[in-house]
Nanobody
Framework: QVRYVESGGGLVQPGGSLRLSCLVS????????IGWSRQAPGKEEREGVA?????????YYADSVKGRFTISRDNAKNTGYLQMNSLRPNDTAVYYC???????????????WGQGTQVTVSS
């Protein structure tokens, strides 16, 4: 069974930084892409934020975070990361990770969702 444990969220002032981690168990991450998504307060849909492929490490970002967020992975630790810089109030959301078959937006993911990690950007 695939499980996700996201961590690293918290309260940060605008302009600040956070580094999120995603520990995956139940599957070897080497063969899968890793995606981060977020769900903002009051919104039903999750927004895809970033994805890193398994084969060549190519990265993809939503326009809203491009140039501020960096996705990475450590296959030896079965862990994905999301470095978030220059945070803005509208980055406030619960952030989730998932192992995906690819970074194609239509690609499915493995297993269910983790509990997510809350990121709050406020002064």
């Amino acid at each position: 069974q695939v499980r996700y444990v996201e961590s690293g969220g918290g309260l940060v002032q605008p302009g600040g930084s956070l580094r999120l981690s995603c520990l995956v168990s139940g599957v070897t991450l080497d063969d899968y892409a890793i995606g981060w998504s977020r769900q903002a307060p009051g919104k039903e849909e999750r927004e895809g934020v970033a994805c890193i492929s398994s084969s060549d490490g190519r990265t993809y970002y939503a326009d809203s975070v491009k140039g501020r967020f960096t996705i990475s992975r450590d296959n030896a630790k079965n862990t994905g990361y999301l470095q978030m810089n220059s945070l803005r109030p509208n980055d406030t959301a619960v952030y989730y990770c998932a192992a995906r078959f690819s970074c194609n937006p239509d690609s499915g993911s493995l297993g269910g969702w983790g509990q997510g990690t809350q990121v709050t950007v406020s002064s």
